[in-house]
C-alpha cells in the first residue's frame, strides 16, 4: 500500500510538475496570460497595432497607392520596364488574375493587423481600473479607442479593394474556428461604422495629446473616418449593396463633418507644400498619418515588418541618378497634368516635369509616354538634407523618411462638401470647396456641383493614393459609368500605352480578386468575385 | 517469440491532452527450427515476423501550441510616435498558435519473412509494411484572418504509407572468380487517409487532400500553344460575345478545359502526378578475380514527377532570372496582319522574325501561361550509377618484398552516368519542386591502401 501510494505520488508530480517546469518559451515573449498586467504592457499592444499599417513589402511591393494611383487614370505604374512589378502592370491593365502577389500581400498585412486589434481589444477590455496607478478610465478607453479606430481602418482597407470579406472580431487560436465565409459589404461597413462610432467616443482631441503621442489616432481621426466612410456607403457603387438609401449616409457624413470643423482642432496649411514636406509631417492639417522614420538597421528580411521606414520614396524616385535614383515608379499622367487649372500651383506640387539634362536613359525614365514623377512622395523638397535640391534623406539608401498623409483636412473639407452637395445643401458645398481653392490662391466658384467638387478632389488629392477608390465609388465622374470614364481616359494614353492595356469589364475590374491562396486555406471555400 | 511493450508518455508541448498511450506487440516464429523443416538441408533460416506499435511524436519545437507575446522596440514590433518621432517599443502575437493541438501517432502494422539459402548463397528479406500517421503534424500557413505572420504546426490529419520491400542476395563463385549480386527494391504507395477540420492543404504548386498522396502537384493540363486569336476564343467559348474580356491570345499558353464549360479556372485544375516514386531501387555487383575487384552500385527511381520550377524562371521574362540560350530559337513569335503590315513599312521582314514553330509561350504574354501546370511538370524517373569501384592487389609474394603485406591500387568513380529523361541540372530533388539545386558532382578519386 505504502509503495503504492510513492508511485501514485511520483505520478502526480510528473503530472503537474513538468507542465510549467519543461515550458520553454522564445526569449523576447511572455506567455500570452501573463502580459496584461500594467498599462504599459497595454499600450505596448495598442502601439503593435498601428504596425501592419506601416507594412510596404513582403514577397513584393503593396503599398496602397500601387491601387489608388496605378490603377486609375492618375498614374501609369512606371519601374525599370513594364516587366518591372509584374503585378502591379496586370492590375493597370485589367489583367489581373487571383494569383496576384500584390493583392495576396496587402490582403494579409490587413488581416495581421485586424488579428493584433483583436487581440487588444479582447484582453485590454478584461484589465481592471487601477491595475496600476496610470491605469484610469481614460487611459483604458483611449487603448481600446485605438485598436478600435485601427481595426476599422483594416476593415475599411479591405472592403474597398476586395468588397466584402471575412469577419472576426476575436481572437483564432484554435484551427477549429479557421472557417469563416464572405460577409456582405453591408457587414464589413456595419463593423467599420461601429467600431469607428466606439472610437470616437472613447478617443481624445489632438490638443490633448502628449506631444510624445502624436501619430496615435485621435477622436478627430475617428470623425474624418467616419464622415468618409458614410460617403462611401452614400455613393452609387456602394450603396447599391446596402439596405439604406443614400440620404441617410449623406445625412450621417455631414453631421459627422460639422462635428470634426466645429471641433477647431485642424487648420488648412497655408503653404500647400508643408503637407508633403519632412518638416510638415503631423502638421496643422494632418488627421491621421502613417508614420515613418528613418533608421539604420533594417532590411528585407523575411518581409513585412523589417523596417521603420518607407519604400514609397525609392520607389516613386526617378531612375535617373541627377534628381534621386530611384526606381521611377507611378508616373503622373497626362491626362492628370491637364486636369490642372493652369494658374493652380498644385500642378507642380504634385508632379516634377524633369527637365531633359535631368533625363539619363528616356527609354526607361519617360515610361509609355510619361516623363512626369510623383513629386509629393519622392522626397525632393527637402534640400536641407543632401543632394543639390532634390533632397535625399542619408540613414538607409531604400527606407524613406517620409510619413504617408493617410487623411488631410484639406480632404475632410472636400468630403464635407460631397456630404452637403448629396443632402442638397448646394451653399455649404460651394463654401467649403473654395475654401480648399482660396487656400491655393484660385478663384472660387460660383456653383458647387458633382463635376466641380470631382474636379477639386481629384487636384487637391492627387497622387496620394484616392483616386482609384472615388472613381469607383462615383462610378466614374459624370454619371456614365466607370467603365465609359477609363475608357475615355485610355483614349487620352499613348498608343504604347494604350497597347498594353486590355479592356476594362464593367462588373468586374471596380474590385480585385480574393486571393486564390486564401480562398483554399479558408475551410469554408469562400466564393470569388465576379468574374475572377 | 512474443515482446510486447505498452508507454503512457505525457509530454508539455501538448496543453491540452499532455498524455498519450502507446502500445506496441512484435511476433516472431523461427520456421526454420521446427521440427518439420530441420531436416530439409537446403533452407538455413526461414523467419515469419508480424508486429505491430504505435509511437507517439513530440518532436515539435516547445511552444508549439502556447500563445506568447513578443515585444520589442524594432521588426514587427515598433513603430515610430511624438515630435521628434522616436521608436516606440511595440508587442504583439506574430503567429496565434493552435492551441488544441494534440500527439501525433505513429502506427505500424508489418509482416515480413527472413530467409537464408543454399548454405547463404541466396539470402533475402520481404517485408510488407502499413505506416498510418495519426494526427500528423505539419507546418501549414493559416488564413489570412487568423493574422498569423508564420506558418505554425497543425494535425492535418492522417497519412498511410503502404509498401513492399523486398532484398535478396546471392554470393557464389566460379573457380577463383568470386562474385556477388544484391540488390533491393521497394514499391511505396502514400495517401492522406483523413484530413482534420475537412480543408485540404495547400503547397506553391501543390495539393493534398483526401486520397491523394502527400504533396501531390496540383495544376492545369497543358496543351500547346495558341496558334491564333481564334483558336483561343473556340476553346473558351463563353466570350465569344466579349472577346475583350479575353485574356489570352496567339502565343499564350492553351490549357484543357476539364469540364469543358469554355471558362478556364480552377475547376480545370487537377492531380497531375506526385512526387513519389512508385518504385525506388538499388543493386550492386562485386567480383574479383586474381587480384583484380570490381563493385557497381547503381540506384534509381521510378514513376515519380519533379516540377521544374527551374525552367518556369529560365523561360520567364528576363526581368527577375537569366534566359535559357535555347530560348531564341524556341520562343513561338507570331504576329497579327496589323504589325506585320507595321512591319513591312518600317522594311522589317516579319517573316525572318515568326516562329510558330516555338514551343515556349510567350513570356511576356498572359500571366496565366505561368500558372501550375504539367508544361513544368516532367517524369523523374532515373538510373544512376552511384559508385564504381576498380582496384587490384598486388600478389602477396611481390609485396612481401617490400616488408608490406597488402598492397591495392584503386580507382573510384562517383555519379559516373545518369539515365534520365528529366531535363534539369538533377533528378535527385528532395522535394518535388526543382528549384535549381547545385547538382551532385562527379568525383574520381584515386588510391592506394598499404599495410605494413
Redesign the interface.
Known amino acids: 500500500m505504502k509503495r503504492n501510494l510513492l508511485w501514485l505520488a511520483c505520478l502526480v508530480i ?2 503537474t510538475g ?2 510549467d ?6 526569449p ?6 501573463d ?1 496584461f498586467t500594467s498599462t504599459a ?1 497595454a499600450e ?2 495598442v ?5 501592419p499599417l ?1 507594412w510596404e513589402y513582403n514577397n513584393t511591393y503593396l503599398s496602397e497607392w500601387f491601387i489608388g494611383d496605378i490603377v486609375s487614370d492618375d498614374a501609369l505604374k512606371g519601374g ?5 512589378m ?1 503585378d502591379a502592370y ?1 492590375m493597370e491593365n485589367w ?1 489581373t ?1 487571383s ?1 496576384n502577389t500584390l493583392l495576396l500581400d496587402f ?2 498585412a490587413q ?6 486589434c ?2 487588444a481589444i479582447k484582453y485590454i477590455s478584461q484589465m481592471e481600473i487601477s491595475t496600476d496607478s496610470i491605469f484610469t478610465p481614460t487611459m483604458k478607453d483611449r487603448l481600446l479607442g485605438e485598436a478600435h479606430f485601427l481595426r476599422a481602418y483594416y476593415y475599411f482597407r479591405l472592403v474597398r479593394v476586395y468588397a466584402g ?2 469577419i ?1 472580431t476575436d ?6 474556428r ?3 465565409d464572405r460577409s456582405s459589404v453591408e457587414q464589413v461597413y456595419t463593423l467599420i461604422l461601429d467600431d469607428l462610432t466606439k472610437a470616437n467616443s472613447m478617443l481624445q482631441l489632438r490638443s490633448t495629446m502628449k ?6 489616432a485621435t477622436k478627430g481621426a475617428a470623425q474624418a473616418m467616419l464622415l468618409k466612410v458614410n460617403l462611401y456607403m452614400a455613393s452609387p457603387y456602394w450603396n447599391k449593396q446596402l439596405t439604406q438609401d443614400p440620404a441617410t449616409y449623406y445625412a450621417a457624413a455631414k453631421q459627422w463633418g460639422d462635428s470634426i470643423i466645429a471641433s477647431g482642432e485642424y487648420t488648412l496649411c497655408s503653404n500647400y507644400e508643408d503637407n508633403f514636406s519632412l518638416a510638415g ?2 502638421g496643422q492639417e494632418s488627421v491621421f498619418e502613417i ?3 528613418e ?1 539604420p ?2 532590411d528585407y ?1 523575411e518581409g ?3 523596417t ?1 521606414g518607407s519604400y514609397s520614396q525609392i520607389l516613386m524616385r526617378s531612375r535617373s541618378s541627377l534628381i534621386g535614383g530611384g526606381w521611377g515608379f507611378n508616373h503622373p499622367t497626362q491626362n492628370l497634368y491637364d486636369e490642372f487649372e493652369p494658374t493652380d500651383i498644385r500642378r507642380d506640387v504634385t508632379i516634377l516635369n524633369p527637365a531633359d539634362s535631368l533625363i539619363e536613359t528616356p527609354s526607361v525614365e519617360i515610361y509609355l509616354g510619361s516623363r512626369y514623377l510623383n513629386n509629393k512622395y519622392g522626397m525632393y523638397r527637402d534640400p536641407a538634407d543632401q543632394g543639390g535640391g532634390f533632397g535625399k534623406w542619408s540613414l538607409h539608401a531604400t527606407r524613406g523618411p517620409l510619413n504617408n498623409r493617410q487623411i488631410r483636412y484639406a480632404d475632410v473639407l472636400l468630403m464635407y462638401a460631397e456630404a452637403a452637395l448629396g443632402a442638397g445643401d448646394e451653399a455649404t458645398a460651394r463654401s467649403y470647396i473654395n475654401k480648399v481653392r482660396t487656400r491655393v490662391g484660385l478663384s472660387e466658384i460660383a456653383l458647387a456641383d458633382d463635376a466641380a467638387l470631382r474636379h477639386e478632389r481629384r487636384v487637391e488629392l492627387a497622387m496620394e493614393g484616392h483616386r482609384w477608390f472615388d472613381l469607383v465609388r462615383w462610378e466614374g465622374v459624370d454619371g456614365k459609368g466607370l467603365k465609359a470614364h477609363m475608357d475615355a481616359y485610355k483614349a487620352t494614353e499613348t498608343p504604347d500605352a494604350q497597347s498594353h492595356m ?2 476594362f ?1 464593367a462588373g ?1 475590374h471596380e474590385i480585385f480578386p480574393i ?9 469554408t ?1 469562400m466564393k470569388q468575385n465576379n ?1 475572377y | 517469440m512474443i515482446t510486447s511493450n505498452f508507454r503512457a508518455d ?1 509530454s ?1 508541448r501538448y ?1 491540452k491532452e ?1 498524455w498519450g498511450c502507446f502500445p506496441s506487440v512484435a511476433l516472431a516464429w523461427r520456421m526454420s527450427e521446427e521440427e518439420w523443416l530441420k531436416n530439409v538441408e537446403w533452407i538455413d533460416n526461414l523467419k515469419l515476423r508480424l508486429g505491430f506499435g504505435q509511437a507517439g511524436n513530440d518532436g515539435i519545437p ?2 508549439s501550441f ?7 522596440l ?10 521628434p ?9 506574430l503567429t ?5 493541438g494534440k500527439w501525433e501517432t505513429n502506427e505500424q502494422w508489418d509482416a515480413g519473412i527472413d530467409f537464408s539459402f543454399w548454405n547463404g548463397k541466396l539470402s533475402g528479406t520481404v517485408d510488407y509494411f502499413l505506416r498510418n500517421t495519426l494526427d500528423a503534424l505539419l507546418y501549414v ?9 508564420y506558418p505554425l504546426i ?1 494535425n492535418v490529419g492522417n497519412i498511410r504509407n503502404t509498401g513492399v520491400e523486398l532484398s535478396l542476395d546471392h554470393k557464389h563463385h566460379i573457380g577463383a572468380f568470386h562474385y556477388n549480386i544484391g540488390g533491393n527494391i521497394s514499391f511505396l504507395h502514400n495517401e492522406l487517409t483523413a484530413v ?5 492543404l ?1 503547397g506553391d504548386r501543390t ?1 493534398t487532400d483526401l486520397g491523394m498522396a502527400l504533396n501531390s502537384f496540383w495544376g492545369y493540363e497543358y496543351e500547346g500553344i495558341y496558334q491564333t486569336d481564334e483558336e483561343a476564343l473556340t476553346q473558351l467559348y463563353t466570350y465569344k460575345e ?1 472577346p ?2 479575353l ?1 489570352v491570345h496567339a502565343g499564350d499558353a492553351r490549357y484543357k478545359d476539364q469540364n469543358g464549360d469554355g471558362i478556364l479556372d ?1 475547376s480545370d485544375k487537377k492531380c497531375i502526378g506526385n512526387p513519389f516514386p512508385k518504385l525506388t531501387y538499388g543493386f550492386n555487383l562485386g567480383a574479383d578475380f586474381y587480384g583484380v575487384d570490381i563493385q557497381l552500385f547503381f540506384q534509381g527511381v521510378s514513376g515519380n514527377k519533379i516540377y521544374n520550377a527551374m525552367r518556369e524562371r529560365l523561360e520567364g ?3 527577375s532570372h537569366a534566359l535559357a540560350t535555347y530560348m531564341a530559337d524556341e520562343v513561338w513569335v507570331g504576329y497579327t496582319d496589323v504589325v506585320r503590315d507595321a512591319l513591312l513599312a518600317k522594311g522589317v521582314n516579319w517573316m525572318e522574325l515568326e516562329n510558330r514553330n516555338g514551343t515556349i509561350p510567350n513570356p ?1 504574354g ?3 501561361n505561368t ?1 501550375n501546370s504539367t508544361r513544368f511538370l516532367e517524369d523523374g524517373s532515373y538510373l544512376r550509377l552511384k559508385n564504381l569501384q576498380i582496384g587490384y592487389t598486388l600478389p602477396k609474394n611481390i609485396t612481401e618484398k617490400f616488408h608490406c603485406s597488402r598492397l591495392r591500387f584503386y580507382i573510384t568513380a562517383s555519379n559516373l552516368f545518369t539515365i534520365t529523361n528529366y531535363s534539369g541540372y538533377d533528378p535527385e530533388v528532395g522535394s518535388g519542386v526543382d528549384y535549381g539545386n547545385y547538382p551532385q558532382s562527379r568525383t574520381f578519386t584515386f588510391g592506394l591502401n598499404a599495410t605494413f
Not at chain 1, 28 to 33: F, I, K, M, R, S
Not at chain 2, 66 to 72: E, F, Q
Open positions: 510528473a503530472l513538468c507542465r517546469y519543461l515550458t520553454e518559451i522564445e523576447g515573449t511572455t506567455l500570452l496570460n502580459f504592457a505596448q499592444n502601439t503593435g497595432c498601428y504596425v506601416m525599370g520596364s513594364t516587366t518591372d509584374a496586370d489583367r488574375t494569383r490582403y494579409r488581416y495581421m493587423g485586424i488579428a493584433r483583436n487581440l470579406v471575412p472576426t481572437v483564432i487560436d484554435d484551427s477549429e479557421w472557417g469563416i506631444a510624445e503621442d502624436l501619430g496615435r509631417e503631423n508614420q515613418y522614420m533608421v538597421w533594417g528580411g513585412f515588418g523589417f521603420a486590355q479592356e469589364v468586374k486571393p486564390q491562396e486564401e480562398i483554399q486555406l479558408n475551410p471555400q468574374g | 505525457a508539455s496543453t499532455p516547445s511552444g502556447i500563445p506568447t507575446m513578443g515585444s520589442s524594432d521588426v514587427f514590433y515598433g513603430y515610430p510616435l511624438g515630435n518621432q522616436v521608436m516606440v517599443g511595440g508587442a504583439a502575437v496565434q498558435v493552435n492551441t488544441s500557413n493559416a488564413p489570412a484572418h487568423v493574422g498569423n505572420l497543425k482534420n477540420g475537412g480543408s485540404p495547400w495539393k466579349r475583350e474580356e485574356g480552377e521574362d528576363g526581368t511576356l498572359s500571366p496565366t500558372e
